[in-house]
């Protein structure tokens, strides 16, 4: 599966913006997908991500009560919508896909390594 990753750009503090992932030679509705992203001079971490039937997801804290995740099988997408968008949330940010993520608890999901294909990335920058 190949993933295209979009919907980034400048805004203001406060403001909201929708990213997508849209997959291609594969259904995504197949894959768990999560979300990350990498600031200037810091490691790539996990923000949200979700699993194949969406019945279960996963939030960073940084990000908890800001940001949903959600699919759109019917688009092969998967969204991630960010409101109340702070200076911090400056970063590039990248979906990725797992072929499985084991077991029925959070921590796998929060994995970088569970996860097998990637996007390249959409850089999101918030002013203050």
């Known amino acids: 599966v190949q993933l295209q990753a979009s919907g980034g750009g400048l805004v203001q503090a406060g403001d909201s913006l929708r990213l997508s992932c849209t997959a291609s030679?594969?259904?995504?509705?197949?894959?768990?997908v999560g979300w990350f992203r990498q600031a200037p001079g810091k490691e790539r971490e996990i923000v949200a991500a979700?699993?194949?039937?969406?019945?279960?997801?996963f939030y960073s804290d940084s990000v908890k009560g800001r940001f949903t995740i959600s699919r759109a099988n019917d688009k092969n997408t998967v969204y991630l919508q960010m409101n109340s968008l702070k200076p911090e949330d400056t970063a590039v940010y990248y979906c990725?896909?797992?072929?499985?993520?084991?077991?029925?608890?959070?921590?796998?999901?929060?994995?970088?390594?569970?996860?097998?294909?990637w996007g390249q990335g959409t850089q999101v920058t918030v002013s203050s």
């Open positions: 030679g594969r259904p995504i509705s197949g894959y768990p």
């Open positions: 979700v699993r194949r039937t969406a019945h279960m997801t």
């Open positions: 990725a896909a797992a072929r499985s993520i084991p077991g029925n608890s959070y921590y796998f999901m929060a994995r970088e390594d569970s996860y097998d294909y």
